[in-house]
């Protein structure tokens, strides 16, 4: 649904908790979650209208054995689930959800809006022997066709 050529600069944003590290977008940071330790990797807009988080998802063994079939698309659905059990009421509901590549690695994306009413979009992949999401937020853009790429171009540069 968007396309993953937005130019990246090339310096990169490491995770201190895990293997994971992308380029960084030209005009955003790396910032770090020091409170709460949720954010494997988080990247910021410098006008902070925007945000890329990378969060790992912590899938119980038990779990991950009734899933074997197709991991992603099975993965997505519980992250909708807790999206829906946070929310409650205000959950804006799913939308825009779909399946796609980028450098033969498999992504699963959806969008919706939270309690503020702010539009976002998840993308859940695996890495290494882990899932993520990476979570685009948009605090005050209103080009989130601009950002959905930059998440997709961010996507796309995951080493």
Same mark, same amino acid.
Request: hydrophobic share 35%; glycine share 4%.
């Given at each position: 649904?968007?396309?993953?050529?937005?130019?990246?600069?090339?310096?990169?944003?490491?995770?201190?908790?895990?293997?994971?590290?992308?380029?960084?977008?030209?005009?955003?940071?790396?910032?770090?979650?020091?409170?709460?330790?949720? &954010?494997?990797?988080?990247?910021?807009?410098?006008?902070?209208?925007?945000?890329?988080?990378? &969060?790992?998802?912590?899938?119980?063994?038990?779990?991950?054995?009734?899933i074997?079939?197709d991991?992603?698309?099975? +993965?997505?659905?519980?992250?909708?689930?807790? #999206?829906?059990?946070?929310?409650? #009421?205000?959950?804006?509901?799913?939308?825009?959800?779909?399946?796609?590549?980028?450098?033969?690695? #498999?992504?699963?994306?959806?969008?919706?809006?939270?309690?503020?009413?702010?539009?976002?979009?998840?993308?859940?992949?695996?890495?290494? %022997?882990?899932?993520?999401?990476?979570?685009?937020i948009?605090?005050?853009?209103?080009?989130l066709?601009?950002?959905?790429?930059?998440? %997709?171009? +961010?996507?796309?540069? &995951?080493?």
């Open positions: 649904m968007y396309d993953s050529n937005y130019t990246l600069t090339n310096e990169i944003a490491k995770s201190k908790s895990s293997q994971l590290s992308a380029k960084i977008p030209p005009g955003w940071f790396m910032a770090e979650d020091n409170e709460n330790k949720l &954010i494997d990797l988080w990247l910021v807009k410098d006008d902070y209208s925007a945000t890329l988080n990378f &969060i790992a998802l912590n899938i119980d063994s038990l779990t991950m054995q009734g074997r079939n991991e992603i698309k099975s +993965v997505v659905e519980f992250s909708k689930v807790f #999206k829906k059990a946070r929310y409650g #009421k205000t959950f804006g509901g799913v939308v825009n959800q779909e399946t796609f590549e980028i450098n033969k690695k #498999k992504f699963s994306a959806y969008e919706y809006s939270d309690d503020a009413k702010r539009n976002i979009r998840v993308v859940v992949f695996k890495f290494g %022997n882990k899932f993520y999401e990476l979570t685009a948009s605090v005050k853009t209103q080009n066709q601009e950002l959905y790429k930059i998440q %997709n171009s +961010v996507l796309s540069s &995951i080493n």
